[in-house]
């Protein structure tokens, strides 16, 4: 089993950046990718980052440019570094991190961080 917790939400004004940080905790040897999720009210979650073992990393079109994932393994933590921030990214954002070498893969979440855009 893998502990998700995350940390470094709140309320930002249009343009200002955030950090947000996961950490890992427990059997981390078997994750093999982390990303970040968000979901706003009346919305599905969707997919805002991604980041392979092999360092790939995925964007969606509406963060590329603004948003960027990272991770440092010693510390079992992983980031997402928002940039230029839009009314529109406010959502609660979720930390992933799929677990295992083959499928079907585990998947851990992080319980949530609440992100507020003012215009």
């Known amino acids: 089993q893998v502990q998700l917790v995350e940390s470094g939400g709140g309320l930002v004004q249009a343009g200002e950046s955030l950090r947000l940080s996961c950490t890992l905790s427990?059997?981390?040897?078997?994750?093999?990718?982390n990303a970040w999720y968000r979901q706003a009210p009346g919305h599905q979650r969707e997919l805002v980052a991604a980041?392979?073992?092999?360092?790939?990393?995925t964007y969606p079109s509406s963060v590329a440019g603004r948003f960027t994932i990272s991770r440092d393994n010693p510390n079992n933590t992983h980031y997402l570094q928002m940039t230029s921030l839009k009314p529109e990214d406010t959502a609660t954002y979720y930390c992933?991190?799929?677990?295992?070498?083959?499928?079907?893969?585990?998947?851990?979440w992080g319980q949530g961080t609440q992100v507020t855009v003012s215009s």
């Open positions: 980041l392979t073992s092999g360092g790939k990393t």
């Open positions: 992933y991190a799929r677990g295992g070498s083959e499928y079907p893969f585990r998947d851990y």
């Open positions: 427990g059997n981390t040897n078997e994750i093999n990718a």
